[in-house]
């Protein structure tokens, strides 16, 4: 059983400024108490192409499984290891994040992909943010009431900690564009 679903949202704020807002996510003290849920994130490799133009960074991220109590008992483990691989494309105004788990393999698979492009009805003033994720409940695929259950319950966490990480990404955007003025004023 596979629990796969997709969100599509818009932010009223030019490309460039949504995708700093991106790498600032994870780095700031107040996000840090808001997205609770991330409790490392270390960058493994960072790489800049100058004749592609793109930069492909590779992070850490350790957070607190998503899934029900009773199974962080089970398997005796309430932290999960993802690895990160993000591809900036200068050239196209893309950004990619591939997120996938290291650890609980055997058990869970979970895949979330990101992507943050210009808006097609206005490109210099928004941009669009495609998420698409997949759980699969590996060993419990026999008993596929629990199965689904499982994967219910992770879905309905990603959903809730993707909204918390929107909101993180909107008040970032709003401070990133207050210090623009700031600093077109000074000029």
């Keep these: 059983m596979v629990k796969a679903y997709t969100q599509e949202y818009i932010y009223k704020h030019p490309w460039e400024r949504v995708t700093s807002a991106s790498w600032r996510k994870f780095t700031d003290h107040e ?5 609770d849920h991330i409790l490392e994130v270390d960058t493994l490799s960072c790489k800049f192409d100058p004749k592609s ?20 008992k089970i398997i005796g483990q309430d932290i ?3 690895i990160e691989s993000t591809t900036v494309d200068a050239r196209s105004r893309s950004m990619q994040l591939i997120s996938r788990n290291v650890c609980l393999q055997n058990f869970i698979e979970v895949e979330e ?6 808006h097609p009805d206005n490109p210099n003033g928004w941009t669009i943010c495609r998420q698409e994720t997949s759980i699969h409940m590996k060993p419990l695929s026999a008993l596929a009431s629990i199965a689904e259950m499982v994967e219910q319950r992770c879905a309905e ?11 993180v990404m909107e008040r ?10 700031e600093i077109a004023l000074e000029s």
């Design 80 to 82: 999960c290891h993802c």
């Design 172 to 181: 970032i955007c709003k401070y990133l564009e207050a210090e623009s003025r």
């Design 31 to 35: 996000n840090r108490r808001i997205l």
């Design 53 to 72: 133009q793109k930069l492909c960074t590779t992070r850490a991220v350790t957070l607190h499984f998503p899934g029900p109590w009773f199974i962080r």
């Design 157 to 167: 966490k990603v959903v809730k900690n993707s909204a918390t990480g929107r909101e």
């Design 113 to 118: 992909k990101i992507r943050y492009d210009p």
